[in-house]
Nanobody, 125 residues
Framework: QVQLVESGGGLVQAGGSLRLSCASSGRTFGSYTMGWFRQAPGKEREFVATINWKRSTDYADFVRGRFTISRDNDKNTVVLQMNSLEPEDTAIYYC???????????????????WGQGTPVTVSS
């Protein structure tokens, strides 16, 4: 069983930045595909970004150029750097993982086996 723990959420003004981290308990973290999803109040959970074992990345169009996903395999951690935040980015952000070395980007929730509890992000205008 892989446990994921997110941190770094909080309140920020529009135009500001936040850095979300997700720590994994998996022993073979280097082979995992990792993802970030978010769920805004009253909306469905949606894909934000993903990174695979080769460090190939993919992003939702609405965050491309503003958010960056990266991984540190020595620390079993994936990071989502969020810049130029907008009020529309307000949501609970979830880290997700699947213990398989996919080469294609994984953008759907059903492709991920493990989920964190989420960390809230609030962007004020």
């Amino acid at each position: 069983q892989v446990q994921l723990v997110e941190s770094g959420g909080g309140l920020v003004q529009a135009g500001g930045s936040l850095r979300l981290s997700c720590a994994s308990s998996g022993r073979t973290f280097g082979s995992y595909t990792m993802g970030w999803f978010r769920q805004a109040p009253g909306k469905e959970r949606e894909f934000v970004a993903t990174i695979n074992w080769k460090r190939s990345t993919d992003y939702a169009d609405f965050v491309r150029g503003r958010f960056t996903i990266s991984r540190d395999n020595d620390k079993n951690t994936v990071v989502l750097q969020m810049n130029s935040l907008e009020p529309e980015d307000t949501a609970i952000y979830y880290c997700a993982a699947v213990g398989a070395a996919f080469t294609r980007p994984l953008r759907t929730q059903s492709e991920y086996a493990y989920w964190g509890q989420g960390t809230p992000v609030t962007v004020s205008s």
